[in-house]
Every structure is written in C-alpha cells, then in structure tokens.
C-alpha cells in the first residue's frame, strides 16, 4: 500500500524530521521488540513513527496515562504514519461492521512510547514547570496586540499537576465559538463511553407490511458507495431486502421514525451551510454535494431525504415500497437490519479536528439521553453542564445554549476549557483522551492544517481547537514546551462592538500559542 505524501506532511518535514531523528534510535529498538513478526519497519516507516511520537508527546501524558490506541488515533494522524508496506499496530475500531475499507492503522503509538519512559507522577516530571512570571512576561505583550480586539481572557495549566501557570480573566465567561466543542466531548465520553456506537435500525411491524427506517441520531450515516467505514444506508438496505425475501415480502409500506429527538430542528442561528435541521435520521449530514467537512449547501427534509433513497435501494434489491412517511416504531416491531456507527471516540476526533457542527449537535443529544434528558437543543445543553458538574469542573459563570458553538449564548470560560483539557490528560479518566487526540494538529490536520505555516518551530506540535464567529476568535489546547512539559491553554478575545479582522486576529492567537511552545520560561 502507497500512502500519498500529503501536503501538510511536505510543508511541516524540516520540523517533523528534526524530531524523528531525535528519537529514532529509541523507536528503532523498540520496535524490534514489540513488532509482529509479519512487519518489517523501513527507514521511512521508522521516520513515521518517530513523528507519531513527536506528535503524540504534544498529546500529554499518553504513556502514563494509558494507551493512546485504546480511546482512539486521529485518522489523519494515521493516514500520513500509516505503513508504506505491509501493515502492523492496533485497530483503531472505525470499522462499524458496516464496510472493510477503513484506512489501514498506523504501528502502535502506545507500544513505542511506552518505552521512552514517563511522567513522575509524583513530581508531574522530571524538569520543572515555568515560572509564572516568565509566561506573563512572555504572554502578556503578546495576548495585548489590537488585533486581537477589545476583550481577551487567557489560562495556562500544567497539566501533569493541574496547577494554574498563569491567569488573564481566568473566570470572565465570553462567547467561545468552537472551542464549545472541548466540553461537549468530554460530557459525551464520560456520559457514554469511548465504545457507545449509535445504532440505525429497519424493523418490521408485526401483522403488517410497514417497515419504519428508524434514526437514532448518527450523522454520520452515509448513502455513499464507499462508506469510509462509516455506517452504511447501503448496506442497512441490502440486509433489510434480504430479511424481508426470507418472509416472502417484496412489497412493503415504508415509514421512517424520528421521534428520538425532541424540540426544533433548526438551530436559533437559522437555515446556514455551516449545520442541516437536527434530526435523528439524516445521510451525510445533511449535504446535498459529496463534501465531508466544512460549509455545504444542506437538505431541508433530511429525515425524509434519507428514507426516500433508502426507498431507492430497497427497489433496487426487488423490494417495492410505497413513497416514505413519517411514522413511529412500536414496542411490537421485530428487527430487520441494523447498521452502527464507529465508536464515540471516533466521532469525538472527527468533531474536533473538522469542527464538526452536525456531530456536535448530535453528541450533545447523545449526552442527553444517556442521562435520562430530552434530545434537543436545550435538552443537551442542560445535558453538558450536569455532566461536566460530576466531574467537579469549574462551571461558575458559564452557560451552554447548544453542543457546537455556533450560538452567541454560549458563555465558557479559559478556567473551565483549560480544565476540561487537564482532565483529559488525567491518567484517572483514559476514557476522555479522545478529546485531546482530536484536536487539530497546527500545520497538519483540519482547522489547523492551513495555519502555523510559516513558523515551522509550532508545527506539529501545537494541537488546539479553534473557534471563530465574527467578533469572536478563541483558541484552547495542548503545548509542550522547550522543557518538556504539557501545558493546556485556553486564549478568548472577542470585540462585537468592532469586530477585528479575522485573519489577522487568528495569526496573534498562533503567535501566541508558538511562543507558548517556544517557552522554556524557568
């Protein structure tokens, strides 16, 4: 198998092959150790993996807190270390069952840098943390540039002692745009788990010829030929047309079921490219183009798109089917097919590194009715806050309105999102990693992969959400600085009075977190 050199890759390789180097005589002999017998590691390979390990030390405490395989590998990490040949590490569990055509996984993280020793537990390592007048030295000229606009608030945690570092408006509550998405990942883990997958059924109701097509809120439900391991309507509709053949049915009437979710499917912002009506049962999130991410002209009916080109593939497997309607499945139907998900720590990634606004408003309802609310807007924001209160983070002043961000009324504050990535880190809540392993990765994957590249120095090792709304610029994240140490950060700036340029406003949030990185500060 050839994987493609990716841009990002091309761009970011100086950086990138200055910490493999750094590293490689470790992975070599660790690898030996730990490898299968049937993979043969290439110089190229080896290169790879150090640059996984450059890149999974900028996650934190992968090696003391647990294996980075089990809560889940970015994709696009994988896709650039994957092997060149040959294949080798752990199943990253994309694969649904649904489809075998997920990318093939990258030589187990976890396995080599377990080898590369870990954090003191009792210290929170082996250098010391920076000083806090040195980061306010250094952070302070840099968070007071205009463009950055009237308001901004910051925090920086050690993370390995969960210790504040330093403090700008740490609990002044602004509008966080994206970087909502860091707390929802977090409630949807500890609410469900890293394992829940979201399950699309066909079910058949008894002494009748109705099968209802059933949401259960996976946005990710594709209709496409090549499912990308991702649940596929495809294949729910082969399966159903075989289940019925076997009952000597090839006429049915077909309904389709959204009653899980609760409330308006439009989100207070309106009709918008960035988010189709919420519903339970969608394909595609919505789009109307073959587009994965980003904006996207989006259906008006995809609880109705949905059930009628299942109705199309059904016809197509012999089954003829009246035109669908909106209808509910009794405690009586019996179970036809069944197509699920990857698991929740996939879904996590791919919110995170996308900014996913469709997999966000659904994990949010996810959290909701793991915990007994209503799927709705206002349900899993009330859903979100109550998790996040278990876990003892710090919720003074801060209000959810929604899962994704893209509503105003959200009010976070740079306390509570470093918070959420310190307890990510924790080595007590492995459960939660995902949400440190989706974050962007600066000059290489998603709503970082066009940033950080001038400045090869925060490359690759800057791993932080983004979020952006006009008048509003917000970054949150992980560092490791010169010294080694894992630092979460959380920078908030916003002026709506006058709003700032946006492009100029993002460029000194990265100054900003490259200088972080840059920092021994002791």
Not at 392 to 407: H, I, M, T
Request: charged fraction near 20%; aromatic fraction near 2%; glycine fraction near 10%.
């Amino acid at each position: 198998m050839v994987v493609p050199e990716l841009k990002a890759w091309r761009a970011a390789r100086p950086h990138v092959v200055r910490v493999a180097g750094s590293v490689k005589p470790h992975v070599a002999r660790i690898t030996q150790a730990v490898r299968p017998r049937s993979v043969k590691f290439t110089t190229p390979q080896l290169t790879a993996v150090a640059a996984t390990v450059g890149l999974a030390l900028a996650a934190g405490l992968v090696a003391a807190a647990g294996p980075w395989d089990s809560t889940g590998q970015r994709t696009a990490e994988r896709d650039w270390a994957a092997s060149r040949e040959g294949e080798g590490g752990t199943d990253h569990g994309l694969t649904s069952g649904t489809s075998v055509k997920a990318p093939r996984p990258a030589p187990s993280a976890a396995t080599v840098l377990a080898g590369l020793g870990s954090t003191d537990s009792t210290s929170g390592g082996a250098v010391p943390a920076p000083a806090e007048k040195a980061l306010a030295d250094v952070l302070d000229p840099l968070l007071n540039d205009p463009a950055l606009g009237a308001q901004r608030t910051a925090v920086v945690v050690d993370v390995a002692t969960g210790k504040r570092l330093y403090g700008k408006g740490a609990d002044q509550a602004q509008t966080p745009a994206s970087t909502t998405k860091i707390a929802t990942a977090v409630a949807v883990l500890s609410a469900a788990g890293t394992d829940h997958r979201i399950t699309t059924r066909a079910v058949l109701e008894p002494d009748t010829k109705e099968v209802v097509l059933v949401g259960a809120g996976d946005p990710t439900l594709t209709a496409r030929e090549d499912a990308k391991g991702y649940a596929s309507l495809r294949t729910l509709a082969d399966e159903t047309a075989t289940a019925l053949k076997a009952r000597h049915l090839d006429q049915v009437t077909l309904s389709y079921d959204t009653s899980l979710y609760a409330g308006p499917t439009v989100h207070p912002i309106g009709a918008n490219p960035n988010l189709a009506p919420v519903s339970a049962l969608m394909v595609d999130e919505g789009r109307i183009d073959d587009s994965d991410s980003g904006t996207a002209t989006r259906s008006t009916d995809p609880a109705g798109d949905a059930a009628r080109k299942f109705a199309e593939l059904l016809q197509a497997k012999g089954i003829k089917t009246t035109s669908p309607g909106l209808s509910k499945a009794t405690s009586r139907s019996q179970d036809l097919a069944s197509v699920s998900s990857p698991p929740l720590s996939a879904l996590v990634e791919r919110m995170l590194t996308n900014s996913d606004n469709d997999i966000a408003e659904a994990l949010a309802r996810q959290v909701a009715l793991v915990t007994g609310g209503q799927a709705s807007f206002s349900g899993g924001a009330t859903a979100i806050g109550a998790q996040l209160k278990k876990l003892g983070l710090p919720l003074a002043g801060v209000r959810f309105a929604d899962g994704s961000g893209l509503n105003r009324a959200d009010k976070l504050t740079a306390d509570l999102l470093t918070a959420l990535l310190a307890k990510a880190g924790d080595p007590a809540h492995p459960e939660l990693r995902p949400a440190l392993t989706g974050l962007p990765i600066a000059g290489f994957t998603g709503t970082l992969s066009d940033r950080y590249t001038t400045d090869a120095s925060a490359t690759g090792v800057v791993r932080a959400k983004t979020g952006t709304l006009t008048g509003v610029n917000t970054l949150a994240g992980t560092v490791v600085d010169t010294d080694g140490r894992l630092l979460a950060f959380a920078f908030l700036t916003s002026d709506e009075a006058h709003p700032p340029e946006p492009t100029a406003a993002q460029a000194a949030l990265d100054r900003t977190a490259t200088a972080l990185a840059a920092c021994g500060c002791r």
